[in-house]
């Protein structure tokens, strides 16, 4: 190419953009020696100065004049420079015209499904979703604009309650508020009413007393996050169980959850079945678990999105508000209600290397004391109440930072501030596919780990219970006169007492204090199909007596038995139906038990 020819495509690129896709397709060749096919090239500087290119083979100016741009040629290049530089100097417009114009389109069919069958629950259900929309939007946008604000506020308050006028005089105050109105609300909603509560009373009472002994520093423990993590966790129990509004809203979003995680029946017909359902004759491996996949693939697309970072940080600036915890730990805790325990630590990663061991002890009690989505799913699958687990996930969020600065006050000062977790760390995928992709594919490790935990203790169980078997057949421990020694018999004599101080019946105590041993000692997965086979139990006994009333239940030691159909319920069932009103301390126990058993 001639000195003349080069400057006349530096000219082109100058005026056509250096950067045009077509026009970088279109010259590439020509202008990277490194792209000729093979043919070696040059460029080298002549005597006179000017730029000369290196010649291969025999190659001449005809051939050259070949590769010129000719009339139609270089009209398409300019409408396409044309279009692309117009897109990038109006994107921004372009894409929130068309973002309006689907919103106003949404409204419209908003408002006309609204007017035309607002009874319908459908309706119902396009109401809160864009409801809950709205308001992740308008929590964005606050964050947005307001962020640096809402978190030095946050600051501002907790500083606060450093002063003497809050430690020596207003605190001391609202605990005796506090306690005054709890000891009278206990003496006339819980003692009169039911006074089988007043057990589940003295569980928390005895739980905190014993943190509180075996604290790693008694002396330093701040009483803020502890009151206010269980009086959140109070005011939550009271929404769901004692008022029909929070109970049927969280009862419909239970039903909404379950409806939602059976879409995945979809996937699984169509990998594991030819169309008869022959996928169900293996129901955990082929209809269970590959709700993880889904649900995993969801939620990393809401995390793209960025819906969960919203409510992410809506949650954690509350928890921070009232418990006066750090934005680090308390960002944690809000993160674990929605993600797993090994996903929600990625929120704070940048300040992991800086935390202080309060804090650490904050986030692994977090990650232990509440259900990671995908989890959740399968226990929901196991037949555990959608609206129970959800309710107990809310509630361990700020239960879990309670117990933990409990159990292990702060005595540093933490390096992290409000204003450093403001901006939540984003995804690197692309689009939404990609993410959808990813999500799906994290879950092989979540589901690998689960089989394989499953398939080991579940074996170790059985040896365990067979070797004690043996030991207890020496002395005699044979049915029917006898139960047989097994580990599960041990643990629900060993956990007897705890189960009472839950709220548990008597007959119900030494079933819990056997779930209790088993997640404690062996794995929380094992324990809960445990707990799936006493809720098939009740099933089972609810629908035969609905189809034959004159059946009988003859219990037995460990066994019930139906003789009308002959029929074992091994271990019986429970009475788990946690009705509105009904026993309001008892799920709080039973959360607080949850939290502490890992750290057993």
């Known amino acids: 190419m001639s000195t003349v020819e080069l400057k006349k495509v530096k000219l082109i690129e100058e005026k056509e953009g250096k950067y045009n896709p077509a026009f970088i397709a279109g010259s590439t060749d020509e202008l990277n020696p490194k792209h000729t096919n093979g043919v070696n090239s040059s460029v080298t500087n002549s005597k006179d100065g000017t730029i000369e290119e290196g010649r291969p083979g025999n190659q001449t100016d005809d051939d050259e004049d070949e590769r010129k741009l000719g009339r139609y040629e270089q009209w398409v290049l300019n409408t396409q420079n044309y279009v692309y530089t117009g897109y990038e100097n109006s994107s921004t417009g372009l894409w929130r015209g068309i973002g309006l114009v689907f919103l106003a389109l949404y409204l419209g069919a908003f408002i006309w499904s609204m007017v035309y069958n607002f009874d319908d629950e459908g309706a119902h259900r396009l109401l809160g979703m864009t409801v809950f929309i709205a308001f992740c939007v308008a929590v964005h946008f606050l964050f947005d604009f307001y962020g640096d604000n809402i978190w030095h506020s946050l600051s501002k308050v907790n500083d606060f309650f450093e002063t003497r006028l809050w430690k020596n005089v207003l605190k001391w105050i609202f605990y005796g508020i506090f306690i005054a109105a709890l000891v009278l609300y206990v003496i006339i909603d819980v003692a009169l009413k039911d ?95 590959p709700i993880i996949v889904f649900f995993s693939t969801v939620t990393s697309i809401l995390y793209y999105l960025g819906v969960l970072q919203v409510v992410i940080k809506g949650v954690a600036a509350i928890m921070q508000f009232f418990m006066g915890t750090t934005a680090a730990e308390s960002l944690n805790a809000a993160g674990n209600i929605f993600i797993g325990q090994t996903e929600a630590p990625l929120l704070i990663r940048p300040f992991i290397s800086e935390m202080t061991n309060s804090e650490l002890h904050a986030v692994m009690t977090g990650g232990f004391a509440t259900i990671a989505g995908s989890v959740l799913a399968i226990y929901i699958n196991f037949g555990v109440p959608a609206n129970h687990l959800i309710s107990a996930s809310v509630m361990s969020a700020p239960a879990a930072l309670a117990i933990s600065k409990l159990f292990y006050p702060e005595t540093q000062k933490s390096k992290t501030t409000s204003e450093d977790i403001k901006n939540l760390e984003k995804t690197n995928d692309v689009n939404i596919i990609q993410a959808a992709s990813r999500g799906a594919s994290e879950s092989i490790s979540l589901i690998a780990n689960i089989v394989v935990n499953l398939i080991a203790f579940l074996a170790l169980l059985h040896f365990f219970d067979a070797t004690l078997t043996w030991f207890g057949h020496r002395a005699g421990l044979r049915k029917p006169d006898y139960p047989e020694l097994t580990f599960e018999l041990i643990c629900s004599y060993l956990f007897w007492p705890l189960a009472l101080l839950m709220g548990a019946t008597w007959y119900d105590c030494r079933n819990v204090g056997r779930l209790i041993g088993v997640k404690t000692f062996l794995n929380e997965f094992v324990a809960y199909a445990k707990l799936s086979e006493l809720i098939k139990n009740r099933e089972y006994y609810e629908n035969a007596t609905k189809f034959f009333p004159n059946v009988t239940l003859v219990k037995g030691f460990d066994d019930w038995v139906v003789p009308q159909l002959n029929k074992t319920l091994t271990f019986g069932f429970m009475d788990i139906s946690f009705r509105r009103g009904q026993r309001l301390f008892r799920p709080m126990l039973c959360v607080v038990l949850q939290i502490l058993v890992p750290l057993a």
């Open 195 to 289: 006074p089988n509560n007043l057990v589940s009373i003295t569980g928390i009472v005895f739980q905190i007393l014993l943190l509180y002994i075996t604290s790693y520093n008694p002396a330093r423990v701040r009483w803020r996050p502890v009151i206010w993590g269980l009086l959140l966790q109070l005011i939550f129990a009271l929404i769901i169980l004692r008022t029909k509004v929070g109970f049927d809203v969280f009862d419909w979003i239970g039903d909404r959850v379950t409806e939602f995680l059976e879409h995945t029946d979809a996937g699984s017909q169509f990998i594991f079945s030819s169309g008869n359902n022959e996928y169900l004759q293996h129901i955990f491996a082929f209809k269970v678990l």
